[in-house]
């Protein structure tokens, strides 16, 4: 009879410590997926930062006037910012953005027991 329970306890303390172990990979996965999103995000701030700081020079170039290109630029922003606002609601932007974003962070191997 003690060996029949030692036994179970043993299978459980085993089917604990596999769970474990799924559950760290997991959550591990998960994290270096976000830390790669964070990183990608930051790169392309810069690239956004720099490639618009150069885009304002060369409308600046094209106009003459320094002040002109950057003005010209912000209103690119604008439009973008309200054309976003405008669709912030929309169902089908939410969902390709939700999507997107669980596809990448949630990818996990299918694992069969």
Do not use: C, H, P, W
Request: aromatic share 16%; glycine share 6%.
């Amino acid at each position: 009879m003690n060996e029949i329970i030692s036994t179970i306890k043993k299978l459980i303390e085993v089917r604990f410590n596999i769970l474990r172990t799924e559950i760290t990979d997991q959550i591990s996965s998960v994290a270096a997926r976000i830390a790669a999103m964070v990183l990608m995000l930051l790169f392309a701030s810069f690239i956004l930062l720099f490639g618009s700081i150069a885009l304002a020079f060369y409308f600046s170039e094209i106009y003459g006037s320094t002040s002109i290109g950057f003005l010209m630029l912000t209103g690119i922003y604008l439009l973008l910012f309200f054309l976003l606002y405008l669709f912030r609601n929309a169902g089908t932007f939410q969902g390709i953005l939700k999507n997107s974003i669980s596809r990448y962070v949630f990818l996990f191997k299918d694992r069969k027991d």
